[in-house]
Antibody, heavy 121, light 109 residues
């Protein structure tokens, strides 16, 4: 059974870069999409983007200019970087593995525990 | 949200409940729908995918359906442990993005 364990800085100042990492335990990287999703009280759940084992990426167009998702297959980890954060980026961020074979239409099936990121001066 | 859900539904233990999710031709009308259960303080857990399929370990009290640009999650024989927020999700072809509904809070009275 796959398990996802995520970590990263929980408190940022405006204009800083958010950086989160998700480690994958159990299962391979191939054949799945690896996703980042965030949840805010105001906007609910928002998909940020996905990456596959070939390091192809898809991003939410509303966030694409500020976001990079990367992969380290040797460490079985994937990461999220979001530049120039503002208070509106305050949210719980989740990593998730998608169902196999759903590239471009992800179905997040196994989720990490979530990381609260607060942006405040 | 792109997908519209009722903010809340409620029913007594043992009863049945449905939660609706309304969208458009660019999302529900042309893509598969999945449903997520989120218990307080935990990550979402998927309970339905591909409109009607249940992942391993999800009881058959949970069901999904889709018609046109709307989808429905059904839960029969409600239990207190079903009390949670429920979200629908699907790809939106116009937005090129996975989108979620605003969530429905299920209260088991």
């Amino acid at each position: 059974q796959v398990q996802l364990q995520q970590w990263g800085a929980g408190l940022l100042k405006p204009s800083e870069t958010l950086s989160l990492t998700c480690a994958v335990y159990g299962g391979s990287f191939s054949g799945y999409s690896w996703n980042w999703i965030r949840q805010t009280p105001g906007k609910g759940l928002e998909w940020i983007g996905e990456i596959n084992h070939n390091e192809y990426t898809n991003y939410n167009p509303s966030l694409k200019s500020r976001v990079t998702i990367s992969l380290d297959t040797s460490q079985k980890q994937f990461s999220l970087k979001m530049r120039s954060v503002t208070a509106a980026d305050t949210a719980v961020y989740y990593c998730a593995r998608g169902l196999p074979g759903r590239w471009g239409a992800p179905v997040p099936a196994h989720w990490g525990q979530g990381t609260l990121v607060t942006v405040s001066s | 949200s792109v997908l519209t859900q009722p903010p809340s539904v409620s029913a007594a233990p043992g009863q049945n409940v449905t939660i609706s999710c309304s969208g458009s031709s660019s999302n529900i009308g042309s893509n598969y729908v999945s449903w997520y259960q989120q218990l307080p303080g935990t990550a979402p857990k998927f309970v339905i995918y591909d409109n009607t399929k249940r992942p391993s370990g999800i009881p058959d009290r949970f069901s999904g359906s889709k018609s046109g640009t709307s989808a429905t999650l059904g839960i029969t024989g409600l239990q207190t442990g079903d009390e949670a927020d429920y979200y629908c999700a699907t790809r939106d072809s116009s937005l090129s993005s996975l989108v979620f509904g605003g969530g429905t809070k299920l209260t088991v009275l």
